[in-house]
């Protein structure tokens, strides 16, 4: 009896576990930095002064064009805002000096309904 009882536990644990990764883990795509926030994917990519950040809905490309957003960049004490501008497809692109290993990288955007706002953030390393 007891070992009906475990395999049954064992099993609906198993199915449990399925359905909670059922819609994938979020990934890379563009070789940056990945933070979920609800079924929002944010993938914040820096380059030298570029700093590029893609948004999905739980792995599907957010369309960009309707979206409103700034990055702000936490060094020391001193905060310093960027404005993010829609670059095409789900990428939003802003020039951003003095990213380096340490620093705190926050987004804050306004989606294309202009009232959900999804913030994030990310430190470098």
Same mark, same amino acid.
């Given at each position: 009896?007891?070992? $009906?009882?475990?395999?049954?536990?064992? =099993?609906?644990?198993?199915? *449990?576990?399925?359905?909670?990764? &059922?819609?994938?883990?979020?990934?890379?795509?563009?070789? =940056? $930095? $990945?933070? *979920?926030?609800?079924?929002?994917?944010? +993938?914040?990519?820096?380059?030298?002064?570029?700093?590029? /950040?893609?948004?999905?809905?739980?792995?599907?490309?957010?369309?960009?064009?309707?979206?409103?957003?700034?990055?702000?960049?936490?060094?020391?004490?001193?905060? *310093?805002?960027?404005?993010?501008?829609?670059?095409?497809?789900?990428?939003? &692109?802003?020039?951003?000096?003095? $990213? /380096?290993?340490?620093?705190?990288?926050?987004?804050?955007? *306004?989606? &294309?309904?202009?009232?959900?706002?999804?913030? &994030?953030?990310? +430190?470098?390393?």
């Amino acid at each position: 009896m007891k070992k $009906i009882i475990c395999t049954l536990v064992l =099993g609906s644990a198993a199915l *449990t576990a399925n359905f909670a990764h &059922s819609h994938g883990a979020a990934t890379a795509n563009h070789g =940056g $930095i $990945i933070q *979920t926030v609800g079924e929002t994917w944010i +993938e914040l990519v820096v380059a030298g002064d570029k700093v590029d /950040v893609y948004f999905e809905d739980d792995g599907d490309e957010m369309a960009t064009a309707d979206m409103a957003g700034k990055v702000t960049v936490v060094k020391g004490g001193a905060k *310093t805002d960027f404005t993010l501008k829609p670059a095409g497809g789900n990428k939003m &692109s802003t020039s951003a000096k003095g $990213i /380096v290993k340490g620093t705190k990288v926050l987004t804050l955007v *306004t989606l &294309s309904d202009k009232k959900t706002k999804v913030a &994030s953030t990310f +430190e470098i390393k």
